[in-house]
């Protein structure tokens, strides 16, 4: 099946600071990738949908300017995690889409102190 | 919106043993996926199953599209079967929603 990283898979950071991470799809193109956030025993909720070229489309009661999609080429979409609060702690995940199925990263889980 | 159900929410079952996960879904689709999400928090693709039925191993998944569910088979279960097991319906632009989750732990 097809490949897809994260980076980083662990971060920590101080209230009021930003975070990035990235997603690539290793093995294949893809001009759609997607963004997931997941807390504990809870299960995925799709936060934007990241298309290569153009803006990202967010879902309902997703902060657009706390939560910054860059789809810059067809292997890499990142997610930037603005002036980053404790209530934004929690399990990050992005995933890419080749012609049928979607593939997932590792995850990046997000510590806000 | 669509609405995805899982069940059972949780399982316990002693290795060997068999067993049946169920996916209900309110909504046509045009995709399906099962997934399994180990201690480490990675998805795993187990099917892309949008109707029909598939094989792989000691796992098998059937869905039926026009009665909006879909079931996952596990057989002959080991210890390393025990984590998370998702499905997830999706849409035209491939977006995808998850069920709850079925919780398996399977015991020695």
């Known amino acids: 099946g097809a490949v897809v990283s994260q980076h980083p898979s662990r971060v920590i950071c101080k209230s009021g600071t930003s975070v990035k991470i990235e997603c690539r799809s290793l093995d294949f193109q893809a001009t759609t990738m997607f963004w997931y956030r997941q807390f504990p025993k809870q299960s995925l909720m799709l936060m934007a949908t990241s298309n290569e070229g153009s803006k990202a489309t967010y879902e309902q009661g997703v902060e657009k300017d706390k939560f910054l999609i860059n789809h810059a080429s067809l292997t890499l979409s990142t997610l930037t995690v603005t002036s980053a609060h404790p209530e934004d702690s929690s399990f990050y995940i992005c995933s890419a889409r080749d012609q049928y199925e979607q593939y997932f990263g590792p995850g990046t889980r997000l510590t806000v102190t | 919106g669509i609405q995805v159900e899982q069940s059972p929410p949780d399982l316990i079952l002693q290795e060997g043993a068999n067993s049946t996960l169920r996916c209900n879904f309110s909504?046509?689709?045009?995709?399906l996926q099962w997934f399994h999400q180990n201690p480490w928090g990675q998805l795993i693709n187990l099917f892309y199953?949008?109707?029909g039925t598939k094989q792989n191993g000691r796992l098998s998944a059937t869905t039926v599209a026009t009665e909006r569910y879909s079931l996952l088979y596990i057989s002959s279960s080991q210890t390393t079967d025990s984590g998370v097991y998702f499905c997830a319906v999706g849409f035209q632009g491939g977006k995808l929603i998850f069920g709850q989750g079925t919780e398996l732990s399977v015991k020695p």
């Open positions: 909504d046509s689709v045009n995709n």
């Open positions: 199953i949008p109707s």
